[in-house]
Structure formats: structure tokens, C-alpha cells
């Protein structure tokens, strides 16, 4: 199984710990960033999607332009553009990028959110126009001339794209969510299926669950899995739970004074940030050093987990759920630029050595079995 790494893009420096800085777009910090990301031997970058955020299309574009080899994995919300339509931007952006583009499927889990762009299906409609409005798009980037369609939502006669992804016929998909429906849309649908940084015990259910669903297409050797963490390094575990510690004080001091933050309700209504929410409530560390304090703070807001330790021990956390089927790891610190060269210099390349060797060992043994 190969391994991938990816980081967090934005145009604006903020995190939980970093009230907003400068402006909203920022080409000169989303642009540092990106090849910092580079630099540190990342694979893609997430340009992230909500109801107040910017376009993420022309975002994809400026990294693009401002990198070489490093990836982008775009977050689409499926419904508000024709699903044609989505497959050609996504194709185009796919040449102008040189074949770097994925993207990230996500369909919605939060009414209220949901409705500040419009959208006023319930979480099961959602998923449902997610199925169909994925269909749509695979088969414009894959049809060999003109195609009609008709289903429950949409509706559309004679399509034949003038663009189609570098490969030909495909853009890699990820695909969140875990609720029961999202995860029956992900075995039809994904490419990589992604979590957020839940326990082994949770991550190794949900694998099964995705891998069950997929095999109802003849998919399950083919769907990856994703994990996203928030990795705390330094160069004794004691200390790294001590830079932990700070980064929650700061967090709980500017948490409140983010807009982000403040407008997410109480108790959140999708599956992914109850699940989390579950995993802080068994304490503060699960798994030795699955950290929670930043999921329970923000009520589980996105990637919230962290692992905490030295380059080693993360290395050696890391590797567990590699042997769960997690082949992509999403990780991203509370310093945008300076986390991300930290992971660069000392946790990526230990994490890829000790692939490779894991690999080379199962290889040597299934020649001499």
C-alpha cells in the first residue's frame, strides 16, 4: 500500500489557537502555504468548503500556479451547480493544474449550515442527490459521446463534455461522511473514503463498514481510507504534552472570539463530530496518545483530534492505523506554515521509511511463501 500525506491550505492565517490575520484573501500567505507544503514533501494540500468560505475553484487555481508537483484536493458540496456543469470545471481545472486535481465530497451535515447557501433537503435527501449528482459527473468524464439522463433530481439530454480529466476518464474522489447513508453513497462512490481521527477500535469498525458497502459493487479491495489528525511533536513526550497543554489554554481563549467557532451549534447534528465527540467523552487521551482536548473544546469542529508525542511515538501511532487499511494521512498543526515544516523535517519521512520497510518485508515473504 502506498502512503500519502496531506495538508491544510487557506487564505487567511487562522487556526484554533490564531485569531484571523489580514485579509480574507491573502495571496501572499495562501501562496507561502502552498509551497511550504511542497517543500516539506506533502502530496496534496485540502482546499476546504463551507457556506462562508471562499470560492474554493479559484483558490485550487492560485495553488496551482504558485506550486510544481504538489497535489490539491478540492472540497465540493454536491447541489449547487449542475452536476455537467461540476464535471467540466473540475475537468478543466484538472489541465490547468496538470493532472493534480482530487476531489472531496461532501455533502452536508448541518441544517443550518446547509441553508445559509439554500439548501433545504433533509440529511437523507442530501446523500441521495450526492448518488445521483455523482453518477452525472462520472459519466460526463467518461462517456464517449453524447448521453441523456433522467432521475429522481436531475434531468438532462445530450451531453458530451469537450473536456475531460488528464487521465481521460477520471478525477480521484474522496468522500466524507459517517452516517449510515453516507457511508452506503461512499462503497458506490469513493475513491478514498476519509475519517477524522477517532480511536482504533472506532477507525477499524468504520473500515469494515466502507469495505462491506463497497463490496456490494465489487469495490472493497479497491476503496483507501483517510485519516485526519492534528499531530503535537517535540522532542521528549513530555514535552509535547506540555506544548499541547498550551496550545488548548490559547485555544480556549480565542475560540470564543471566532466567528468559525461561535456560529457552530451546541450539539452538532452530523455523525462525524458526534462520533468524536464520543471518543473525547472517554477522556483525554485514548490509545495512549490520541489527544482530545481541542474535539470536546470546539464541540468536535472538523479535524480536531491530535496525536501527541515524540516523532517517533507519533511515527509509531500512525503506523497502527496503517495496519487498520489507513493509507492517506490528512495532518495539519496549529501554526499553518511553521507545523507543516516541523511535519516535513521530522515526522514524514519517518512515517514513509517505515512503510517502505513493511512493505519489503510482506513482499520478501510472499516470495518465499
Known amino acids: 500500500m502506498s502512503i500519502e500525506f496531506i495538508g491544510f491550505s487557506a487564505t487567511q492565517e487562522v487556526s484554533e489557537t490564531v485569531l484571523p490575520q489580514g485579509p480574507v484573501v491573502n495571496k501572499a500567505f495562501l501562496g507561502a502555504v502552498a509551497r511550504a507544503h511542497e517543500y516539506a514533501g506533502f502530496d496534496r494540500v485540502l482546499v476546504a468548503h463551507s457556506s462562508a468560505s471562499v470560492d474554493g475553484f479559484q483558490v485550487a487555481s492560485y495553488i496551482a500556479s504558485q506550486t510544481e508537483k504538489l497535489g490539491i484536493l478540492l472540497a465540493h458540496r454536491p447541489g449547487f451547480v449542475a452536476p455537467t456543469l461540476a464535471a467540466r470545471q473540475f475537468a478543466t481545472l484538472d489541465h490547468f493544474s496538470d493532472g493534480r486535481l482530487a476531489v472531496h ?3 452536508g451535515g448541518d441544517d443550518t449550515e446547509q441553508q445559509r447557501d439554500g439548501d433545504f433537503l433533509d440529511h437523507g435527501q442530501r446523500y441521495a442527490r450526492t448518488d445521483e449528482y455523482l453518477d ?11 448521453f441523456d439522463h433522467e432521475g429522481q433530481i436531475y434531468r438532462h439530454k445530450g451531453q458530451n463534455a469537450g473536456v475531460r480529466p488528464v487521465n481521460g476518464h477520471s478525477v480521484p474522489v474522496y468522500f466524507g461522511g459517517s452516517s449510515d447513508v453516507a457511508i452506503e453513497v461512499a462503497g458506490k462512490h469513493a475513491d478514498v473514503y476519509a475519517l477524522w481521527g477517532e480511536s482504533l477500535a472506532q477507525v477499524g469498525e468504520t473500515i469494515a463498514r466502507v469495505r462491506a458497502a463497497a463490496a456490494k459493487y465489487g469495490r472493497a479491495d479497491k476503496i ?11 522532542e521528549t513526550e513530555e514535552k509535547a504534552w506540555a506544548k499541547a497543554d498550551a496550545i488548548l489554554v490559547a485555544a480556549t481563549e480565542r475560540v470564543g472570539r471566532n466567528d468559525h467557532f461561535s456560529r457552530r451549534p451546541q450539539q452538532p447534528q452530523n455523525v462525524g463530530s458526534q462520533r468524536l465527540l464520543d471518543t473525547a467523552a472517554q477522556g483525554k487521551v485514548v490509545d495512549e496518545r490520541l489527544w482530545t482536548g481541542i474535539a470536546a473544546l470546539t464541540k468536535a469542529a ?29 495532518i495539519r498543526g496549529f501554526d499553518p506554515i511553521t507545523d507543516a515544516l516541523q511535519y516535513g523535517r521530522e515526522l514524514i519521512p519517518l512515517v514513509r521509511a517505515a512503510v517502505a520497510e513493511r512493505e519489503a518485508q510482506d513482499q520478501s515473504r510472499r516470495l518465499a511463501a
Do not use: H
Request: glycine share 10%; hydrophobic share 45%.
Open 136 to 146: 452525472i459527473v462520472k459519466q460526463t468524464w467518461s462517456s464517449s459521446g453524447a
Open 105 to 107: 465530497v461532501i455533502s
Open 224 to 234: 483507501r481510507f483517510s485519516l485526519s489528525l492534528r499531530p503535537v511533536l517535540a
Open 302 to 330: 472538523g479535524n480536531s483530534t491530535g496525536l501527541v508525542g515524540t516523532p517517533e511515538q507519533v511515527r509509531d501511532a500512525l503506523l497502527k492505523y496503517w495496519e487498520l487499511g489507513v493509507t492517506t494521512f490528512l
